[in-house]
């Protein structure tokens, strides 16, 4: 299983965009980069995931380098909601591997 | 869709008691996990299962069993509860299909005292 790095916290003024950046030095060809965020201590939530392309959707958008050894997530508009910790994960192709969180980067929005 | 179940929310069990956590999801998923988190802690996978029959364990499975004969259900089994086990426990569901995300459910918060 790929590990990630992240920073442990990072602050964002409310309506301001929040960039997220995930190490993942030693991904290989066929796993795909997650996010999820974990608001208190609610069940983790999907927020987007991406193989080579930089992806969006309604919630963010996922900027992965060339190289697929690192990644940003970008957050555009930060809501005091937006508050939570945010993990990078890296999966196989088939689901069958372990989904492996680490540490995660606490993400505080202020007003 | 009630997407993942897990009951019950709440739970205090005294010190050598077992009980068993339940987990239901009914997306037909192939790939379920559970997950215990501690206060101020990542989750850490406990076991997990990529099929009806099939589990495997996790990064901390010590005082606990799970087994996997439906589809739907993978119940999480603690034999001999330990204050130890004191934690918040999450579990999850994807597809076996890559590229896509998996699903919690809202915990179970176990308190053993």
């Not at chain 2, 869709?1 to 897990?6: D, E, I, S």
């Not at chain 2, 069993?65 to 426990?89: C, G, I, K, M, W």
Request: proline share 4%.
């Amino acid at each position: 299983d790929a590990k990630t790095t992240q920073p442990t916290s990072m602050d964002c003024a409310e309506g301001r965009a929040a960039n997220l950046p995930c190490n993942h030095s030693t991904i290989s060809g066929n796993e795909y980069v997650y996010w999820y965020r974990q608001i208190h201590s609610q069940g983790p939530q999907y927020i987007i995931h991406g193989l080579k392309n930089n992806e969006t959707n309604e919630m963010a958008s996922l900027i992965i380098t060339e190289d697929r050894k690192s990644s940003t997530l970008i957050l555009p508009h930060a809501t005091l909601r937006d508050t939570a910790v945010y993990y990078c994960i890296v999966r196989g192709t088939y689901n069958t591997d372990k989904l492996i969180f680490g540490t995660g980067t606490r993400l505080q929005v202020f007003p | 869709n009630a997407g993942v179940t897990q009951t019950p929310k709440f739970q205090v069990l005294k010190t050598g008691q077992s009980m068993t956590l339940q987990c239901a999801q009914d997306m037909n998923h192939e790939y379920m996990s559970w997950y215990r988190q501690d206060p101020g802690m990542g989750l850490r996978l406990i076991h997990y299962s990529v099929g009806a029959g099939i589990t495997d364990q996790g990064e901390v499975p010590n005082g606990y069993n799970v087994s996997r004969s439906t589809t739907e259900d993978f119940p999480l089994r603690l034999l001999s509860a330990a204050p130890s086990q004191t934690s918040v426990y999450f579990c999850a569901s994807s597809s076996r299909r890559g590229g896509t995300e998996a699903f919690f459910g809202q915990g179970t918060r176990l308190t053993v005292v």
